[in-house]
């Protein structure tokens, strides 16, 4: 029973740690250095049915917070996401959370249309195309998608692509591998194009 117990325990630590590792490895991907006065943080929503953020909105919203640079000579925040389960919008509903519960105050940007992760950066794009650096923030390798689809939209504008703070060691860690798994099953990727 010992020996099982742990060989159920080093399973699922690595487990665990290749969600780590390919989530680490997805908040880098396409990402460069770029550099600038102004930045614009785009926080993907997700599937929201009730009349406030729920809880994976509420950690987005806090994630793009963390991602802006109080060093920038501007910043733009911009919340995506149409009313894909409810009468609110997936951005009105983060927006909420952002100004109300945690106090963001600086120029904000309400992307109400999209239905999809690709027109998410479709319909952002117009507010993408003055800054000097843009970060998409989701979970990592939902924002790595993202910026895939940014520079397959506007290759013009995919080196202005920097690292948000979406990944943290640890954190959302049982789910890590889950969203990783989720990822290569709908598109069909190899852990490698995932990240």
């Known amino acids: 029973m010992r020996k099982r117990t742990r060989l159920a325990l080093g399973a699922i630590t690595l487990l665990l740690l290749w969600g780590e590792w390919t989530n680490w490895r997805a908040s880098r991907s396409l990402t460069g250095s770029a550099t600038g006065g102004s930045e614009a943080v785009l926080v993907l ?6 009349d406030r953020a729920n809880a994976m909105n509420r950690w987005r919203v806090r994630a793009g917070l963390r991602s802006l640079d109080p060093g920038a000579a501007g910043t733009r925040l911009i919340l995506a996401g149409g009313a894909c389960a409810g009468p609110r919008s997936e951005a009105a509903l983060m927006a909420d959370y952002a ?6 105050r600086g120029e904000l940007v309400l992307e109400e249309q999209s239905r999809s992760t690709w027109q998410n950066i479709a319909f952002a794009v117009p507010y993408l195309v003055d800054v000097d650096q843009i970060k998409i923030v989701s979970l990592p390798v939902h924002a790595a998608k993202a ?11 995919a080196h202005r692509l920097t690292r948000g703070a979406e990944y943290r060691f640890g954190e959302w860690m049982p789910l890590k591998p889950l ?15 995932v990240a």
């Open 179 to 193: 969203v990783t798994l989720y990822a290569l099953v709908k598109h069909g990727r190899t852990a490698h194009s």
């Open 45 to 50: 929503g997700y599937r929201n049915g009730g």
């Open 99 to 104: 100004t109300g519960a945690r106090g963001y």
């Open 147 to 157: 910026r895939r689809y940014l520079a397959r939209q506007r290759p013009d504008l």
